[in-house]
T-cell receptor
C-alpha cells in the first residue's frame, strides 16, 4: 500500500515561533488530509488538501501532488497548538480508506 | 449536534469478556470506518462499510465483528477480549469520495 512519512517526528517550539511539518507519500493520491490530535485525544480536521494551497487563520497547507509531498505551516504558535499532527492519504488504486503517517508530536512551551 | 458519535467513551473490562462499541453519524455520509490507535499513537484502518456493505476488512482477528444496520450506524463487537486489544477505537465517516470526519474515540482497557 501507499507509504506515508512525516517529519520531524518530534518538535518543541517556544510560543510565537513558526514551524513547517512535512508529509511525503509514495504514490499519487486523490485525498490528503491533515489532522490535529489534541492532548485530550480528539482528532480535529485541519485541511482536506489533495492539491494546492489552503489557509485557515495561523495555519496553512500546501500539497504538491506531482512531487508527492505536503507541508503544514504553523505561524505564531500557541500552547493550544500542542498535540500530534497527522497526515493521511488515500490512493484509490490501493484501498478505500486513509492511510496515516506516524505523526509529528508538537509541544509549544510558554 | 455531534456529527460522529461513539459510545461508550471509556470501557474497562476483563480478559475474555465480550464488548460492543456503537457509532452513529448524522452527516448523511455513505461510508463509515473503524480505526484503531495503538499505544504509540499509530492509526490503522480496521473496517470500512459503504452503504451497509463491507468494503475493507484489514488483517483483524475474527474476534472483531462490525455490524452496520443502516448507513448511519456502524457498531463494533469484540469477542473474547485480550490484553492486546487495549487501544483507542475511532469511528469515522466520509462521503464517497471525500473528507473524513472522526468521532471522539472509545478508550478500551482490558485487564
Amino acid at each position: 500500500g501507499i507509504q506515508v512519512e512525516q517529519s520531524p517526528p518530534d518538535l518543541i517550539l517556544q510560543e510565537g515561533a513558526n514551524s513547517t511539518l512535512r508529509c511525503n507519500f509514495s504514490d499519487s493520491v486523490n485525498n490528503l488530509q491533515w489532522f490535529h490530535q489534541n492532548p485530550w485525544g480528539q482528532l480535529i480536521n485541519l485541511f482536506y488538501i489533495p492539491s494546492g494551497t489552503k489557509q485557515n487563520g495561523r495555519l496553512s497547507a500546501t500539497t504538491v501532488a506531482t512531487e508527492r509531498y505536503s507541508l503544514l505551516y504553523i505561524s505564531s504558535s500557541q500552547t493550544t497548538d500542542s498535540g500530534v499532527y497527522f497526515c493521511a492519504v488515500l490512493n484509490s488504486n490501493s484501498g478505500y480508506a486513509l492511510n496515516f503517517g506516524k505523526g509529528t508530536s508538537l509541544l509549544v512551551t510558554p | 449536534d455531534t456529527a460522529v458519535s461513539q459510545t461508550p467513551k471509556y470501557l474497562v473490562t476483563q480478559m475474555g469478556n465480550d464488548k460492543s462499541i456503537k457509532c452513529e453519524q448524522n452527516l448523511g455520509h455513505d461510508t463509515m470506518y473503524w480505526y484503531k490507535q495503538d499505544s504509540k499513537k499509530f492509526l490503522k484502518i480496521m473496517f470500512s462499510y459503504n452503504n451497509k456493505e463491507l468494503i475493507i476488512n484489514e488483517t483483524v482477528p475474527n474476534r472483531f465483528s462490525p455490524k452496520s444496520p443502516d448507513k448511519a450506524h456502524l457498531n463494533l463487537h469484540i469477542n473474547s477480549l485480550e490484553l492486546g486489544d487495549s487501544a483507542v477505537y475511532f469511528c469515522a465517516s466520509s462521503p464517497s469520495p471525500g473528507e473524513l470526519f472522526f468521532g471522539e474515540g472509545s478508550r478500551l482497557t482490558v485487564l
